[in-house]
């Protein structure tokens, strides 16, 4: 299992971390919303839960927002929008 | 920034909450099955049922000492560190209670280089496993594969360090030889083989252990030995560090969230509650954690009132379970909450299944036995730990069966290996060794928190290291 970062379309990426635990995810998220433009949207797929905390308080923290989020059975899909 | 939800409950999730309280009824059946037993394992229940309470709320707060440090050096986020010292300040009040009321068993660890050098190598690994000690238990209890390697990992490299001679032996300088020797210790531990024991004989037992009461010479008077103890220990500590990660970590995001260009103290003490409820969970995790921390110490206390003794070992003698007992009749029982010792014994038992001796030597020879894991009352709090985690994770619907990859896997068990190392140069891990003792008065757990903080920079730099010479490596554009 490898984690993959793609461009799905214009503007819009999805990172799919699953897999993998701290400090992983958060670490390819900051990674990741380098990359993207402003109002750029990242779909995060990932199924480690203390790395949700840490991603919010990123998120909060750099001014991104978090548009939507789906999760269960233990994993988390959720859109980040780049400010 | 705003943060919009649409979690979206599949058909029939109420499973995970039927899972959850089957746990819960295993744990009850447990519980009557033991006392019907022998009310005596009452004493274990008491670990267990606080372990169960650990993982609950370790789970529910995504609590994890580990990114405590490493998320403030990986992505500058202080959520962790934060939870951490308001669980401490907690705790340290309630100890402060249990003790003026007598229930008290804490001793404090020894002071010196060992206690920095052992929590930079358990720092260090600990970024690689992706979890503390305790972290790496409740991570189990979500079904997290890659955790429960770093236990097998942690519990056989304890085992292994505290019993290697031979070649070991040469590192050791003949000064601690000479001090073990002069210890007078029983002839079947050999302490002069052995580089743990010479150690622990002939280095760790010379240094000072003592509370700052105790080295201010305070000990006549209690109260205000605990109220110096637990206000220069503790509160004020965990009040300059709460400042230090506003100042450096929360306070450029708030004031540009709040759009304040010329803040107020005011405007700042807004911004460190800010900075404390930020993640809701995590600071009442921390709070609750640092309340049942500081009552497992009173319950276990009580327990040792109500049977007159000092230790299991005592009630496992008076059952005629002698076997797994030190030759001082006692076996590991801290009284509170402490991880890396029983899962020691863990590795150690399974090691003296296989025919490997393990009991000649200090840690668990003199100190600590190697009781069958079903008596072993501590290891029912690690087992606890996992259960409550795994109710928690259950209920929430994020349990998990994760088998790691073939990297993530190597990076437990190197980790694993190096923190059970390192907590046992620094007798003990960011629990037994920090959390215990800052909120009892030991002031040798700032240090290992000095030294955990510096290794942890140091396996982030290694780590980020890492991720970008295998994106060089694959060619990827984006690192990744």
């Known amino acids: 299992m490898a984690v993959s970062f793609n461009q799905t379309t214009d503007g819009k990426w999805t990172l799919d971390v699953r897999g993998y635990a701290c400090p992983h995810p958060q670490m390819y998220t900051k990674k990741a919303l380098q990359k993207l433009g402003s109002g750029d949207e990242l779909k995060l797929v990932f199924d480690n839960p203390s790395s949700g905390e840490s991603i919010i308080a990123m998120c909060e923290a750099d001014g991104n927002d978090i548009v939507d989020r789906v999760e269960g059975d233990g994993s988390f899909t959720w859109t980040i929008r780049k400010t | 920034m705003t943060t919009a939800t649409s979690s979206i409950p599949a058909p029939g999730s109420h499973g995970g909450v039927y899972k959850a309280l089957a746990v ?4 009850i059946l447990l519980s009557i099955l033991a006392l019907a037993v022998d009310v ?16 609950l709320l370790l789970q529910y707060g995504r609590f994890c000492m580990a990114a405590a440090v490493r998320d403030l050096f990986a992505v500058r986020v202080p959520r962790m560190a934060v939870g951490m010292m308001i669980a401490v300040g907690l705790y340290a009040l309630v100890s402060a209670v249990v003790t003026l009321a007598g229930f008290s068993g804490f001793h404090p660890n020894a002071m010196g280089w060992h206690v920095l050098i052992g929590a930079a190598i358990f720092g260090f690994g600990m970024v690689f496993t992706g979890g503390c000690a305790s ?3 409740y991570k189990a209890g979500e079904g997290n594969v890659g955790s429960m390697l770093v236990i097998v990992a942690i519990s056989f490299s304890q085992a292994i360090v505290v019993t290697a001679g031979g070649w070991f032996d040469r590192l050791v300088p003949a000064s601690w030889t000479a001090s073990a020797a002069a210890k007078d210790m029983p002839a079947e531990l050999k302490v002069t083989q052995g580089w743990f024991d010479q150690f622990t004989a002939g280095h760790v037992w010379d240094l000072k252990a003592s509370t700052l009461s105790a080295m201010l010479g305070l000990a006549g ?16 500590p965990v009040l300059v560090s709460l400042v230090v990660l506003y100042a450096v970590y929360f306070r450029p995001g708030y004031l540009r969230r709040a759009k304040i260009t010329a803040p107020t103290l005011g405007q700042h003490l807004a911004g460190v509650w800010a900075m404390c409820t930020a993640s809701r969970n995590t600071a009442l995790a921390g709070a609750g954690l640092g309340v049942l921390a500081g009552a497992h110490v009173w319950a276990t206390g009580a327990m040792r009132s109500h049977y007159g003794v000092e230790n299991f070992g005592e009630l496992l003698a008076a059952m005629g379970r002698r076997s797994g007992l030190s030759l001082q009749d ?19 038992w399974v090691l003296e299944r296989l025919g490997v001796p393990m009991r000649d030597n200090l840690f668990f020879g003199l100190d600590n036995g190697i009781p069958n894991p079903l008596l072993n ?15 928690m994770a259950l209920s929430r619907r994020e349990f998990k069966l994760k088998m790691p990859s073939a990297e993530a896997a190597i990076f437990a068990l190197v980790g694993g ?11 003990g891990c960011n629990i037994g060794a920090f959390f215990a003792t800052v909120t009892n008065g030991d002031p040798s757990g700032w240090v290992f928190l000095l030294g955990m903080g510096a290794g942890a920079w140091v396996g982030v730099k290694a780590f980020t290291w890492w991720v970008d010479w295998q994106a060089s490596r694959k060619g990827d554009e984006l690192g990744l």
């Open chain 2, 377 to 391: 009352a501590p290891g029912f709090m690690s087992i606890g730990i996992i259960a409550g985690a795994a109710m």
């Open chain 2, 221 to 236: 008077s209690p109260v205000l030995a605990v109220v110096v103890n637990t206000l220069f220990v503790a509160v004020i």
């Open chain 2, 330 to 348: 006692t076996v590991f029982d801290p009284g509170y909450w402490y991880i890396t010792t029983q899962e020691a014994q863990w590795g150690a």
């Open chain 2, 417 to 427: 290996t190096l923190m059970g190392i390192g907590a046992r140069i620094a007798m």
């Open chain 2, 135 to 137: 972290g790496s238990l």
């Open chain 2, 24 to 27: 819960l009824a295993a744990g």
């Open chain 2, 40 to 55: 005596r394992l009452g004493y274990i229940l008491v670990y267990m049922w606080f372990g169960i309470g650990y993982g």
